[in-house]
């Protein structure tokens, strides 16, 4: 078992290994909550390797239940010790495919006898793609139990899937999801794959996309028109989370460059059900920077090429974005910036959520810690109920029963500025930046701190009408890229 990898175990003693990382003990992490946030760098390091280290953190023993087996014979104060063995490295795209060529029934447990279960009504008629996320958000789980690291399914084994799933008695014609962990990284790895197997990044595509990544959608594009091609399937939507930084990079590839843009409009022509899901975030670079998410001046630019795609195209869709409040480092002043950016842009928020903290993330770690474990610099975070709703309260800024709440809050932390803009009739253009692609790739440093027109009646940006009541959305964060 000791020898198993991905496997964690207690012992009294231990035979010391090359690149062996020993940790913080657990006592010293309750003591001083910065040395938590240090040991939680090198957790989320390790996990998003190709060649992981043992990790060890040794732990006093009156912190196991008196009947373990380890620590019978040992005195309170003895050492006994953690160990994470490295995980396994990613499935080859041959143990995916047979992974997935499994019988599966497709149906929910027999337990809910006949019950109508929303999640599964949203994902019965979907295909995963493929495994692996190297988007590297922080507040986001996948890359501890999936890694960075992509496996595709290949194009046979997914039409397989396509051809079980068009046979299902209530299937209409329609795909709702032919994706994964993020929609648009399907055949995407490292040119290099020596370089890969020393990288200890997070993420491949923050704070800037990687040179080493193949950034090309040519085999995406592939799968999406066999899957079109069938008979049986009259169209296949895209529901995960598109990554539209990855549509926006231009690098010195010209031809990935290329499927990017024919990637982007293909998306929007033929795999949109009429909203196609966008997770900006924040619009605070700051914020941003402690999400691993790029500027908001993406968004703006996303946007105006979606706009663009859908008046020649003659269709009339929406772009439905993505916020979180009271992330780490959020303030009120950040939410309040949000509101305004966001009504200058015509929308009233539906798809919103406040941060809750998640096991295994940075995002996680720096809400209990106080500290950016990869900077070891002081993160504020809203904890309160009070915090929380001052926060939540601005996504809301057009339903009359919080802008007593706007109003109030804008006056406190010094914006009353706002308050005519977000509480009244008056909505001022905002001039912003286009966002230029980067033109060279500056090298990574993980350890370095950042520190009043009317809409139209049929405008498609707006996300819900007035007459609405928009939800704070539950949802898992495999939906959120």
């Known amino acids: 078992m000791k020898t198993i990898p991905q496997t964690v175990y207690l012992t009294p003693s231990y035979t010391p290994q090359e690149g062996d990382i020993v940790l913080h003990s657990h006592e010293a992490c309750l003591r001083d909550k910065k040395k938590q946030a240090e040991n939680f760098r090198h957790i989320e390091e390790q996990s998003n390797m190709m060649h992981a280290h043992r990790l060890i953190q040794p732990i006093k023993a009156d912190v196991v239940t008196a009947d373990s087996p380890v620590s019978k014979g040992l005195a309170k104060d003895d050492d006994l010790f953690v160990i994470v063995n490295p995980p396994y490295p990613p499935m080859t795209t041959a143990e995916l495919d047979a992974s997935f060529d499994l019988p599966f029934a497709r149906v929910p447990h027999i337990k809910y006898k006949g019950k109508r279960i929303p999640a599964y009504e949203m994902i019965k008629h979907s295909v995963n793609i493929h495994r692996g996320c190297f988007g ?104 995960s989370g598109v990554r539209y930084d990855l549509l926006l990079h231009r690098g010195k590839d010209e031809a990935a460059n290329r499927s990017a843009e024919e990637y982007t409009r293909e998306l929007i022509c033929h795999h949109v059900s009429g909203r196609l899901k966008v997770a900006p975030e924040h619009t605070s670079d700051a914020v941003l920077h402690l999400m691993r998410k790029p500027s908001f001046q993406q968004f703006y630019e996303f946007k105006r090429q979606f706009d663009r795609t859908n008046r020649e195209a003659g269709l009339n869709q929406q772009i439905i974005p993505y916020f979180i409040s009271s992330h780490p480092g959020c303030h009120e002043t950040d939410m309040a910036e949000l509101a305004v950016k966001t009504k200058r842009l015509d929308f009233q928020l539906e798809q919103v959520q406040d941060f809750t903290p998640t096991p295994m993330t940075v995002s996680t770690e720096m809400w209990y810690t106080g500290y950016d474990p990869y900077t070891l610099e002081p993160v504020w975070s809203a904890k309160s109920q009070r915090d929380k709703l001052a926060q939540r309260q601005y996504f809301f800024w057009y339903k009359p029963e919080e802008r007593r709440g706007i109003e109030q809050s804008l ?32 090298a990574y440093k993980p350890y370095e701190a950042h520190k009043s027109n009317k809409p139209k009646p049929n405008d498609h940006h707006r996300t819900s009408s007035h007459s609405e009541r928009p939800q704070e959305e539950k949802r898992g964060r495999h939906r959120r890229h």
């Open 136 to 239: 590297g958000c922080a507040f986001c789980t996948i890359s501890a139990h999936q890694g960075k690291f992509i496996t595709c399914r290949s194009k046979e084994s997914i039409l397989r899937e396509v051809k079980k799933v068009v046979q299902m008695p209530d299937f209409r014609g329609y795909l709702s999801d032919l994706g994964g962990p993020s929609a648009n990284m399907y055949g995407m790895s490292g040119h290099n794959k020596a370089i890969c197997e020393r990288c200890k990044r997070p993420s491949c595509i923050y704070p800037q996309v990687c040179p080493n990544l193949n950034t090309s959608h040519a085999a995406l594009l592939e799968v999406y028109r066999a899957v079109d091609a069938l008979p049986e399937v009259k169209k296949s939507f895209i529901g």
């Open 411 to 442: 006056r406190r932390i010094g914006r009353p500025d706002l308050i005519s803009e977000l509480c009244g009739t008056n909505k001022p253009h905002e001039p912003h930046k286009s966002y230029e692609p980067h033109k060279s790739y500056e």
